[in-house]
């Protein structure tokens, strides 16, 4: 059986997001890129399941422009076997787009599991998956915190409200997605650093994007008031006066 996993670059949690002059989007200028955390937890399960002998291959493939490849680097290094680039510009396409795109790769790779973030921490749509599933008409599985493998079945634990939980039994060709708490992502090695670099990135061209969802606008929240800073004993009643009447908190 062999694996794939899909694995975006996002912006840096740390990351000050700046917006474009005119509002049109998000200005990526000076931006720290890492490889989206929840994607780490798919890495990690879809290596555990090959190390205990039941996958052959794990595959990365990500979407996105060259910079990404930093990431299925990242991937690499951490012990997948190869990675798939599907090569856009910075402008591609919606959710929909997005998923056809990496469903076309991912079909050529004919895969028994394909495992997921459960949402990618950027823009937090937690579509795209459930799209790949849909397109490469197989079953899906999402936020899962625990998988058993036998054969081509698969067994998912499943966080649900109040700390319970689901079990659900899927068969090959199956996608799922990766919550926290399915594993500990290892960090790369550096051997494995090393190794990387000469593991083998294949490129794809997508299809024209066809865009059913346009993004047009990006806001930040306001900003913040500044904090008042009181001194001394003396200033409580103030305090008090200014939490009843101000922030009406009692
Ligand atoms: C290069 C690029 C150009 C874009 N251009 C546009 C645009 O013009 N108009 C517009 O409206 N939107 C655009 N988008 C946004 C795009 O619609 C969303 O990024 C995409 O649908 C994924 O949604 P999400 O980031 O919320 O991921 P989610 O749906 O939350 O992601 C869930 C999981 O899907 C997988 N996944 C998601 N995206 C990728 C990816 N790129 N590569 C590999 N795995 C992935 C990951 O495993 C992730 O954990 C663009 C995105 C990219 C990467």
Redesign the pocket.
Known sequence: MNIV??????PDTESRIKLKGDGSGFDMEGIKWIL?P??EY?VEEALKIKEAGKAEKVTV?????DR?VEALRTALAMGADEAVH?K????????????KA?AAAVKDLNPGLV??????I????????SM?AELLGCGQVNVVSKIEVDGGKFKAWRDIEGGAKQVVEAQAPVVM??NKGLNEPRYASLPGIMKAKRKPVAVKEPAA?V?K???TACSLPEERKAGKVFQGVESVPEVVKLLRTEAKVI
Do not use: F
């Open positions: 996993v899909l694995c975006k670059q996002v989206n929840y994607d798919a493939v990500g979407l996105g422009p990404i599907v856009t510009g910075d402008d591609y396409g919606d959710n929909l787009a997005v998923a990496l495992l997921t973030g459960r949402q990618a950027d823009t937090d749509m937690g579509a795209v998956q790949v997605s990766a994007a865009t969802a346009k993004l």
